[in-house]
C-alpha cells in the first residue's frame, strides 16, 4: 500500500496536536484536583474546629451544632466525590479512553467536556440515567 507524504505528516501533525491536548487536558484535570483538594482539607479542618460541645450549651445550641457539622460533612463528602471524579478522568485519559461516553461509547461533544472535564456520560445517556 502507497502512503502520501503528505497523510505522514498530516498523521504526525495531527498525532503531535493529540499529544499538545492531551497534556494540556492532564494539567487542567491536575490543577482542579490540586483545588479539590485544598477545598477538602479546608472543610475537615473547619469540622474538627465547630461542633465542639461546651458545658453551657442548651437544647438548641446543640441542634444547631449538630445541623451545621452535618452540612460541613456532606460538603466534604460533596468535594470527595468531584475529587474520585477528577481521578476517574485522569485515569480515561492515561487510558486514552476520555472523551467517550462510558455507556454508548460516543464521542463525548467538546462542548460538553469543556463545561464538565470530568464528565464520563453524553448528554443522552445521562438524561437516561436520571430518568432511573
Known sequence: ????????????????????RT????????????ELETEHAEAVAEM??????????????LGTKAFNRE???ALALS??????QVDRALD????GRYGTCETCSEE?????????????LC????SISERR
Open 108 to 120: 463525548i461533544p467538546v462542548a460538553r467536556l469543556a463545561a464538565f472535564p470530568s464528565v464520563t
Open 92 to 95: 480515561r485519559l492515561a487510558a
Open 79 to 84: 468535594i470527595r466525590s468531584r475529587m474520585d
Open 48 to 61: 474538627t474546629l465547630a461542633g465542639v460541645v461546651d458545658a453551657g450549651d442548651d437544647v438548641a445550641d
Open 71 to 73: 452540612q460541613e460533612f
Open 1 to 20: 500500500m502507497l502512503v502520501h507524504p503528505e497523510t505522514v505528516i498530516a498523521t504526525s501533525t495531527q498525532r503531535g496536536a493529540d499529544d499538545a
Open 23 to 34: 497534556e494540556d487536558l492532564r494539567e487542567a484535570l491536575t490543577a482542579r484536583r490540586q
Open 123 to 126: 448528554v443522552a445517556c445521562k
